[in-house]
């Protein structure tokens, strides 16, 4: 008889529970038992882990074995703890040590000649692992994923390599990964944009402030193209935020590139996409678009032609910053702080308003379509503005484009800096309580804002919102006090309230 316990983590959401691994070998007919809530990919493992250790000169036992995945009612699924169970057996046996299991987690699939294979969501475990003072062993091709976290990160090939390392035969090297340096983000410049004066405006007020956008315009008017130019100018992540963004990347199995993993993530999905598709699910929840775009931008593109229930979803992540995934089998929580750009045409047709189109829609039609963008959804727009066609003079090759990017994102960071010092944070997630703090406006601001909000009107959410938006205005002119003109300014790019449709 033997006993071997090895310790490992399960992937429920961006969540890294740890599972304690009991093998026990006893007397009897030789069987391979699996217990602890592991659904099929787990209890397929002994075929796995048997043609693993034999293929790697190992004996497989011929005994009696049972392998345990503790806590047993937590479900167990993946390859993820092919390593630590194929390792339990060799030690339950006696094979090798069971005491150079100590202080270890393993994570991989086994393929049946003993080699490594990567397994999805090793970042959060690792990072939870390494908190926990323990050095990680990984496949070689989670290697770059495991070394974000930043601590005792080994890498093996296969079975072989795990067990040499353990008896001290091979070199038991740290696994390091050179991060590129925080650059400017690579990508379409604004000097592209001719024309568009305001609604590049309004592109560096979302960016400096980080609030949600909606573009709504005629067709071919730059709408997609302001929106494609925003990861540009906004700031590069923090490692906090880099690896949070990762981590969403390793739970859905994709690969990390450490040389822009400090670029904000960009999601576009098409206007067919389901309520699933955005904010994740499925029988093992995973996560969606909004999820994918944490710490980045969502771009939602055609915005009144996705289906008014998948827009309805996005209300809650929108304001907690986060969404819970339930199923029959339990909960799973994903972050989902993203910024949200949408672009839409005014009308069905998409030339209400254009002075060189001829819009045939009846005014209900206009309404009908207007009306899958709900106004509580609307609420959550900060900034919403109309996109008219650029004049001819200036779509000419040499027509002056404006400012490029490098420009406008560095008054971006200079905004942005300055939020940071004063509250930790960008305008746009300051909390009614923070906003009433650093909210500092003279008495002519206050008094054309609560005349806005009486004529328009606006509800209590828009009311707040437009105050964030004016701070962010005011901290891109680089002052203190809130001004007349930064409350205008603001209140000018919410275009499609009640009284402005």
């Given at each position: 008889m033997?006993?071997?316990?090895?310790?490992?983590?399960?992937?429920?959401?961006?969540?890294?529970?740890?599972?304690?691994?009991?093998?026990?070998?006893?007397?009897?007919?030789?069987?391979?038992?699996?217990?602890?809530?592991?659904?099929?990919?787990?209890?397929?493992?002994?075929?796995?882990?048997?043609?693993?250790?034999?293929?790697?000169?190992?004996?497989?036992?011929?005994?009696?074995?049972?392998?345990?995945?503790?806590?047993?009612?937590?479900?167990?699924?993946?390859?993820?703890?092919?390593?630590?169970?194929g390792l339990g057996i060799l030690a339950a046996a006696g094979q090798i040590p069971a005491a150079t299991l100590d202080g270890y987690e393993f994570y991989g699939e086994l393929a049946l000649n003993g080699a490594l294979r990567p397994v999805p969501g090793v970042l959060p475990a690792a990072i939870k692992a390494l908190q926990a003072g323990k050095t990680v062993i990984v496949p070689d091709d989670n290697g770059a994923e495991a070394a974000l976290a930043s601590g005792d990160v080994l890498i093996a090939h296969s079975l072989l390599d795990v067990t040499a390392i353990l008896n001290g035969c091979k070199e038991r090297a740290p696994y390091c990964v050179e991060l590129a340096a925080r650059?400017?983000?690579?990508?379409?410049?604004?000097?592209?944009?001719?024309?568009?004066?305001?609604?590049?405006?309004?592109?560096?007020?979302?960016?400096?402030?980080?609030?949600?956008?909606?573009?709504?315009?005629?067709?071919?008017?730059?709408?997609?193209?302001?929106?494609?130019?925003?990861?540009?100018?906004?700031?590069?992540?923090?490692?906090?935020?880099?690896?949070?963004?990762?981590?969403?990347?390793?739970?859905?199995?994709?690969?990390?590139?450490?040389?822009?993993?400090?670029s904000r993530p960009f999601r576009a999905p098409h206007h067919t996409a389901t309520a699933v598709a955005l904010v994740g699910g499925g029988a093992e929840p995973r996560p969606g678009e909004i999820s994918r775009a944490h710490n980045g931008v969502l771009f939602l593109d055609e915005l009144a032609e996705f289906g008014r229930h998948v827009l309805e979803v996005l209300r809650e992540p929108l304001e907690r910053g986060r969404i819970t995934i339930s199923r029959a089998s339990g909960q799973a929580d994903f972050p989902a702080r993203f910024q949200l750009i949408a672009a839409m045409n005014p009308c069905p047709c998409g030339y209400l308003g254009d002075r060189h189109g001829d819009c045939r829609c009846s005014a209900e039609a206009v309404r009908r379509y207007r009306g899958k963008i709900s106004g509580p959804l609307l609420d959550r727009i900060d900034i919403h503005i109309e996109v008219q066609r650029p004049p001819v003079a200036a779509l000419r090759p040499n027509a002056a484009g404006g400012e490029d990017s490098a420009t406008v994102a560095a008054r971006v960071a200079t905004a942005r800096a300055v939020q940071e010092r004063r509250a930790g944070k960008s305008n746009a997630k300051l909390s009614a309580a923070e906003l009433d703090a650093f909210y500092v406006a003279e008495d002519e601001s206050l008094a054309l804002l609560e005349k806005a909000a009486t004529q328009l009107p606006l509800s209590a959410r828009a009311f707040k919102r437009v105050q964030r938006v004016s701070r962010t205005i005011a901290d891109l002119a680089g002052s203190q006090n809130v001004s007349v003109r930064h409350t205008a300014e603001a209140l000018g790019m919410r275009q499609l309230d009640p009284k402005t449709r």
């Open positions: 033997g006993l071997a316990i090895l310790t490992s983590r399960a992937k429920i959401g961006v969540d890294a529970p740890p599972v304690t691994i009991e093998v026990f070998l006893s007397g009897g007919l030789p069987t391979f038992n699996v217990v602890g809530l592991a659904e099929t990919a787990v209890r397929e493992s002994k075929d796995r882990v048997r043609g693993a250790i034999m293929s790697s000169g190992f004996k497989f036992p011929q005994e009696r074995i049972t392998v345990n995945l503790g806590p047993a009612d937590m479900k167990k699924t993946g390859g993820r703890f092919d390593l630590a169970i650059r400017p983000p690579i990508g379409p410049d604004l000097l592209e944009v001719k024309g568009q004066d305001a609604a590049k405006r309004a592109l560096e007020v979302a960016a400096a402030g980080g609030h949600n956008l909606l573009f709504i315009g005629p067709p071919g008017t730059g709408k997609s193209m302001l929106a494609q130019r925003l990861p540009g100018i906004l700031p590069p992540l923090s490692d906090a935020e880099a690896i949070e963004t990762a981590a969403i990347n390793s739970v859905l199995g994709q690969p990390i590139d450490v040389n822009r993993w400090r």
